[in-house]
């Protein structure tokens, strides 16, 4: 293993343990908590024939969720990915997986993502560093990310501040958006780019639909935020202080997908962003999301079982279903045209 690969490995090994154990939660809130949906008390409708389900990239789920993109590159990292897609196959949702950068420069870390064995029929997302693509990386990558887990789609992150923070990051960012444009154009499945946890704004929004994206991931402020991640992650009182100064950066999530509806209101918008349950999802789809994606309620279930998660997962889509039901609307259709209403 070269000294790079096994300096990537070490850092996805201390981002699951810090993600895990201490408290990186952004300073910033959602702004999910300052919307309501206007109770319907005379509904009429079932509960029962209440649909959650959903299709995106021509795949039908369950539920509008998705196990947001956490880790790989690391043996830790199966055990987890495996429950994950487990659980994702069994509750016919959405998944995506952490940067596999280190598996593309060490193929022994392939295995970490062999996952599409647990889950042959999910909607599955590679994922790569969009910066990448300014440091050599370029179709034949991207092509080989997809291939190495059989993935529906390509998320290509964008993690600016992170790399900022990080010693010796990846800091040229110059012409980036170019190259995102020539993969959206040439790789042969979708390409969504999301944000890591500080939001997406209007420009940002127009910029990415000017590359052709298929869909954004608008990876809002009030969940984690990796600013803290490195702060933990690092020995030096220097690096600690300056991360410790963006606890309080970035887009509120419900901010970012508001963004990103003004600015193409037709593009499938992925939420995510400090989403704590289905009442949150349900909000997102309402403020015009197609899929909400989760991490740390998620990771934190994988880490004591597959059917930790699985369990999970059916508490939300519970929750998501008897939003809907709340609001008087029986389908996801309807559910993305509810007025959400703000808390006085």
Request: net charge negative; with cysteine.
């Amino acid at each position: 293993m070269t000294q790079k690969v096994s300096q990537i490995s070490k850092r996805k090994r201390d981002h699951i343990k810090i993600n895990l154990e201490e408290s990186v939660t952004s300073g910033i809130r959602t702004g999910l908590e300052n919307l309501t949906f206007i109770h319907e008390a005379l509904p009429e409708i079932n509960l029962p024939e209440v649909d959650t389900s959903t299709t995106l990239f021509s795949k039908k789920l369950k539920a509008p969720l998705l196990i947001s993109s956490m880790t790989g590159g690391t043996p830790e990292a199966l055990a987890i990915n495996l429950r994950l897609a487990e659980s994702a196959q069994e509750c016919g949702i959405a998944m995506g997986v952490g940067s596999q950068r280190a598996a593309l420069e060490d193929p022994e870390q392939a295995a970490s993502f062999d996952i599409r064995k647990a889950a042959p029929d999910i909607l599955l997302f590679a994922n790569l560093g969009a910066i990448q693509l300014n440091y050599g990386y370029g179709l034949s990558e991207c092509e080989r990310a997809v291939d190495m887990i059989g993935a529906d789609v390509l998320y290509l992150h964008l993690n600016p501040l992170q790399e900022a923070l990080q010693v010796g990051g990846d800091t040229q960012w110059k012409g980036l958006a170019k190259k995102i444009e020539a993969i959206c154009k040439n790789l042969t499945v979708p390409v969504v780019v999301k944000e890591v946890g500080w939001g997406i704004s209007e420009k940002t929004a127009w910029l990415l639909g000017e590359c052709g994206v298929s869909a954004i991931d608008v990876a809002g402020a009030g969940g984690t935020s990796w600013s803290q991640v490195e702060m933990y992650s690092t020995n030096s009182e220097f690096q600690k202080k300056l991360a410790a100064t963006f606890i309080d950066w970035g887009i509120p999530t419900a901010e970012s997908i508001r963004n990103v509806k003004n600015i193409l209101p037709d593009l499938p918008i992925i939420a995510s962003g400090g989403l704590k349950d289905g009442l949150d999802v349900a909000k997102c789809v309402a403020l015009g999301a197609s899929l909400a994606g989760m991490a740390g309620p998620f990771l934190k279930a994988a880490n004591v079982s597959t059917e930790e998660v699985v369990n999970l997962t059916h508490l939300f889509t519970k929750q998501i279903q008897i939003s809907m039901f709340g609001a008087g609307v029986d389908n996801i259709s309807a559910l993305q045209k509810v007025k959400l209403r703000p808390l006085q």
